[in-house]
């Protein structure tokens, strides 16, 4: 990606009619590669195919001269571009990497990359879709490393947080009775557990079309049948029968990792941390200054 804009398509734009066609490539999680053109024909430009598409749009992305997110509103209809509502449901386009051009469709060796980044959520309407397209520079924005919070940072069940959440005290797996919606079931085989003990947790499909997917539990309700809620919805509607297995889930807080995971000496936050009360406290003349922090929290 640059931001000089070569001779040739600052010369093309700044023509009476413009030729600059606009070309995308996307490259989805999974690798498979999509390429498209606003353009009425196909175009090829440094040796990969750009296929028109009726129908897509995107808003102008803004640039700055700082480091600062030039991010942009795109969409289009489903017909021809690829783009099925039942993998925007799956999530499937989520993340995916983003390429954008500048063509001059006269002449297809003149072009700019002016435009790298990624695809945030795409959702779905009756006919297209629409997502956010995020730039490469707001990875440049993200918080690295660890930083200070009340919240854990570490992930449930990896090397940091230590805990073994393999057991039956914290997996459970349950068939599905009825799907209410791809993301709303009832579920047979959880009546040891109780309500909230997997919302936040992972689900995992092990038979039925959708088997290997892993999908994040939006919230679980105990009962006969129990309740069980996702945020993404599986790729296939889930058929009465199926099967899953869900973990519970922790909300990083560190009652949860006291009370529900008896984990407490592995928290990976500062739950003791004074809070803004203690940062702003004035000095109390009635008690002696003599760093015993007697004053913290007093009005």
Known sequence: MSRVIPPAILAAAQAGGTTLARCWA???????VFRWTDHDRALTVDGATYSPVNGLDATDAEGTLDLAANNFEAGGA?????????????????????????????????????????????????SGFSVDVVSITEDALVTRGRTHGRICDAVLGDTRCGKDV???????????????????????GLGAFSSGWFTAGEALWLTGANAGQVHEVRLFIAGTPAKLQLWT?????????????????????????KAKFANATNFRGFPHMPGDAAVIQSVDGREPLDGSGRNVGRD
């Open 233 to 257: 919805a599986p790729r296939v509607t889930p058929q009465a029968g199926d099967t899953l297995r869900l973990t519970a889930g922790c909300d990083k807080q560190f009652a949860t990792c």
């Open 26 to 32: 996307v490259t989805r999680v999974d690798a498979q």
């Open 166 to 188: 393999t057991t039956a005290t914290f997996r459970g797996v349950a068939t599905v009775v009825e799907a209410k919606t791809r993301t709303l079931l009832t579920l047979s």
């Open 78 to 126: 489903f017909d021809g571009a690829g783009v099925m509502a039942d993998d925007i449901e799956a999530g499937v386009w989520d993340g995916a990497a983003v390429s954008a051009l500048w063509v001059d469709w006269t002449d297809p060796a003149q072009f700019w990359r002016d435009f790298s980044g990624r695809l945030g959520e795409m959702t779905r309407g009756e």
